[in-house]
């Protein structure tokens, strides 16, 4: 028995051991034993929640599944994984990737023994959707980027096939099934398409065949192709389903690889309009050479659609730095049978029949393409019936073809041709275009391109065209081109200087307008060269070239030569033509038929240089020279027209010289002779100011001289105008040609002008490009500051109805401002003016006028006076009148008031030959809507002024006092009075003597004024009031006047004394108290007059007393009576109380003068036996009774009333007698 003491390291050494075997065996079985149990249970409520927050944080997925089963020994098991999309663009689609089923399967020996880990992944109902926004942000940005792996060597094409079959795949074979695709589009949150594919199914499998291994992948098969479904969704396109049958193989080792694949078209519901079934038939092929580091990809004869077949060579570099070798390329398309398969809606065009054909060979695809050394490039294409539509514009081509071949050239670069034809084109549209038949061709030699520009090209290129016939409309405008050739030559440079050449000959060139004129008809030939030109891309303004332009048509010829520098320009413009021809569809009939526009030769020449073109003030120098040859127009000719016209200066100081000499110059059968004017113009737009300067140096000798600046401190306007035109001489006859009326009499015509002085309250600015801006109220403040002086000299004017001669004539006036007033004055002199009327003429010598103006800068509101003075010292009438003027004054003065009434507080006009004086004062109310005229005047006449020996002998004064009032400027009202001072008038030739003529006539007239016309008016006409009341208001209301006559002789009575009351009133004439001494006896009474011309009326009471007759009988008697003009009657009575014998046979024989009647018959016989006591006459509805009582033996005799005595023969006897009446309407 072992001792406690031996046993104890035993015991040690068994818990030592215990514990060994627990760390090693138990403790990684019980990790192991929970291992499985954990990868058995990951979908338990208390594995999976810790599983997938750690997975989100590793990757920044957010996923899910349903359920999870990891066997070690055989196997994984995933069912419903779910990776969500993320949260902006959840709503959607709020899953990304969704997998039914997820297996992979593995066993001990190929975890241990290979060749593979996985004998099989296979992946079932697999969907995944990609979200876009329009707004840039899609389901794969918004996802959590990985950490970047260290950066690696990139292997080349050839090299990564090779590089992952290498070794054995961790794969053996990979199934997948039921998978879709969907691309969803998003707008501002809203899904506005929606498309998915469905179907898809492949088998991937990795062999390892004679040791080495190969990927063999199917989607579908030859006899069994996969189908798949295309689908469109959207709330705005209609539901669109496409069925489509696929079948690719892929076959690839680590040298080489082939696919085939085989897409066709079952059914679709997109657009019933597409009838496409086969899409894409073909094969390819690739072999990796990975000492050489490229892979050559052989394309088979592929066939797209039905219309193009293709077939390459290419090889593909490893070096992305080297380029794409297409050693091989073929590409034949049918145009036609390409567009068939296309909606007609859809389609560009439409040609009846199209091909095109590419054959490429050693092509470099670098960035700019080059041949091999036996490269070649070709295209061709052929068109037939091409017709386009777009808009209002079609297009019809009937055939085209177009042939390009591009080849190395012999020493470097390329040679390249490109050739075209066409027939038959034909464009309908806003601008239509007809071209039967052209061809061109377009060579490049040696042409080498910039490997960095594309555009940049060094070499020789030439462009040659011909276009047979060319007709071209637009607008209603139609050119028609016969032979028209193109030839452009352009030696290209990789740096400049560059040259272009340009010649474009035209055989025949036809335009005609919209109006049917014919414009242009002839050869054009036009010419291009440019040199030296250094263009700037960046900066094309700053670009230098030369140029020059050549063009002729017909028989103009015209060039231009223009250098351009960084910032200048220099030119050269010419042109000649012998004539005006090919302007004369351009002028209109008139103006041709006056210009001679066939004999006009024209020769320009024009040179210049513009500077500092782009700085902010260019610079413009130019001489330009226009020589005319043989103008005409009308009979107006010249041997030669000169015109020179230069300016320098820049945009804002700029002058200007105009220089004009005519040669030759002949008007009709005038000759004028050389006419020589040169003229100045200096512009400086900073101030702003401006001069014009004119100077005759040859023929007509004149000058004017205007210079204008504005102040913008105090905005005024300051000029200085000085011109002197001296008489025209022959040269007014030209005027006429300038539609001058003839009247105008121009020949001795002269006109000096000095005008100086600042203008004010006008304008508020003048900007320096010349823009004029006006004052608010520029009426308001408009005031001038200065004098202005004018003489002219041979003024005239004569046709049928007036001619007026004014030999010379001052006018000096001057302008002041004086705070808010303005005053401007007028001084106007003429020595002499004649008028002549149809019949008479009048000459004025000695004129003068003075005129002054007073206003005020706020002329509505204040006060405006004018004060004028004009006198004239005689004035002479042809034929003479007995009336002398000498003398003659006008003044007077008138003031308009604020409130629109113009005062004229004295207006004098007189003649001093004559002592006539017309005063008159009053004013003129047109204010708001008032028309009112009050006037108050005289007009005094010495009468002894008058007086001519042998026809006139005259004294005493004559005077009119007057005044004139009217409320409305209608209606007027005149009340008169006229005065006679001691009047006495002698008339020897008609035998009349008027002595002591003393009285005071009143005179009432009114009368209306209406459309040009003067209507007396009544007194009811213009107040009916005085006619209710005339009783008791006419002592009120009548005005009384006296007449008294010393005597008046006559040749046929004698009237002395003569008194009485003469009054006029309106028509109405009347004389009252009328005393008068004729033949002995007295004659009193009174008688009134109602003046209506046919209709007048008198009326008259009167008594004689002592009267002798012609035959020396005494006469006494009385008659009251009413003469009636209208009714050719006399109504009344008459008694006369003596009466001689002869005197009463007189009155027989004005009712009875040729004795018929038995009545009056018997008192002719009576008064042979006795004398007449008693006669009473009686006058009644224009009959007369003639009661007659006979004293001595004729008392015996029975004597009866002579009665029905008609008054109308008497009272037509009486119309006759006054001219005046008879005459009247």
Known sequence: MESPRAERPRRRWARVFAGVVLLLVVLPALVLLGAVVVLHNLDHPWVKPRILPRVEAATGLSLDYQRAHVAILSGLRLEGLVVRTPAPLHAAAPELL??????????????????????????????????ADDAGPTSLTLLTQPEPLPAEAPLGTSQQLASFLASAPPVGKVEVSGVSLAYVRVRNGEVVDHWSLRGLAALLELKEQDGRWKVFANLGGAGAPLPLEVRREGPAAPLGVAALELALSVEAGAEAARARVDLDVARQSFDSRFTVSTLLHGAVSARFDTEKRHTVIELERTRLTDSAQVEALVV????AEVPVFVTRALADVDLGGLLQAIPAEWRPLVLEQGKAHLDARDVSLSAVPTLGTQGKLGLDVDVTAVRMVQDALQVALGSGRVSLVATPDSKQGLSAQLAFALQALAVDGPTTLRVPKAQGELKGHQLRPEPSSPLMLAGDATLSAMVEALDVSASGVRAKAERLGIQLRAPLAREPPFALSADVPVGALQVVLADGREVLKGPVHLKLDA?????????????????????????????????????????TLT???????????????????????????????????????????????????????????????????AVVTSSRGDVWRHKAELDVRVEGLRAGDLEVGTQHQFMTFDVDRRKPAVRLVVTSKEGLKGGVDVALAFDRKTRALRGDVTADLPPLGPLSKLLARFHVPAAVDASKFALKLDVHGTLFGVFKDITSEGQVRLMPTPLRGVGFEGTAVMDALGVRWRDDALSLNLPA???????????????????????KLTVGLQDRRFTFADLSSDTLFTFSDKWEADDIEVKQDLKARTLEQKPALPYPVQDLTLAFTATRKASGVIHVPDLLLSNGGT?????????????????????????????????????????????????????DLVGFRT??????????????????????????????????????????????DVNPYPMLRFADQHPLLSRSGFVSVARITTPQVSISPLAGNLAIDQHVVSMTQLEMGVRGGRITGQWLLD?????????????????????????????????????????????????????????????????????????????????PEHVRVSFNHGFGSLSITMGGLAKLISINDIRGIPMGPIVDQLIKSIPSLEATP
């Open 915 to 967: 002592s006539t004086e017309l005063k008159v004062r009053g004013r003129l109310d047109l204010s708001e809507e008032r028309r009112r005229l009050a006037l108050r005047g005289q007009l005094a006449q010495d009468l002894s002024k008058l007086a001519q020996p042998g026809l006139l002998e005259s004294s005493g004064k004559v005077a009119v006092e007057f005044r004139v009032a009217s409320p």
């Open 809 to 831: 004539v001052h006018w000096r006036i001057e302008s002041h401002i004086d705070g808010p007033r303005r005053s401007v004055h007028g001084d106007l002199t003429a020595e």
């Open 98 to 131: 969704r997998v039914g089923t997820l297996e992979a399967q593995w066993t001990l020996d190929s975890l241990l023994n290979g060749p593979t880990l996985l004998e099989r992944v296979s992946a079932r109902d697999v969907a995944v959707t990609l979200v």
């Open 575 to 641: 042109a000649q033509t012998p004539d005006l021809a090919v302007a004369r569809p351009f002028l209109p009939n008139e103006v041709a038929a006056r210009l001679g526009w066939k004999d006009l030769g024209v020769d320009l020449t024009s040179k210049g240089t513009a500077t500092a073109l782009f700085s902010p003030t260019p610079r413009w120098d130019h001489r330009t020279e226009l020589r005319l040859t043989r103008p005409a127009w009308d009979d107006v000719t010249a041997s030669t027209i």
């Open 531 to 571: 040199s030296e030109v250094f263009p700037l891309l960046d900066e094309p303004r700053l670009s230098r070239a030369r140029a020059r332009v050549t063009l002729d048509v017909g028989a103009v010829h015209a060039s231009l030569d223009a250098t351009k520098g960084p910032e200048d320009v220099a030119f």
């Open 316 to 319: 593909l570099p490893d070096a």
């Open 975 to 1020: 009340f008169s009075s006229l005065l006679f001072q001691n009047v006495n008038v002698r008339l020897p030739p008609q035998g009349i003597v008027v002595e002591a003529l003393d009285g005071n006539v009143p005179l009432t007239e009114n009368f209306q004024f209406t459309e040009g016309q003067v209507r007396l008016l009544d007194d009811i």
């Open 1091 to 1171: 003046w209506q011309g046919k209709q007048s009326t008198l009326e008259a009471r009167v008594r004689a007393t002592g009267v002798k007759s012609s035959h020396g009988e005494p006469f006494d008697g009385n008659a009251a009576m009413v003469i009636s003009a209208k009714d050719r009657s006399i109504n009344g009575r008459a008694e006369i109380l003596r009466i001689g014998n002869r005197h009463l046979l007189d009155l027989l024989d004005l009712e009875d003068p040729r004795h018929v009647d038995p009545a009056t018959n018997r008192v002719r016989y009576a008064l042979s036996l006795g004398y």
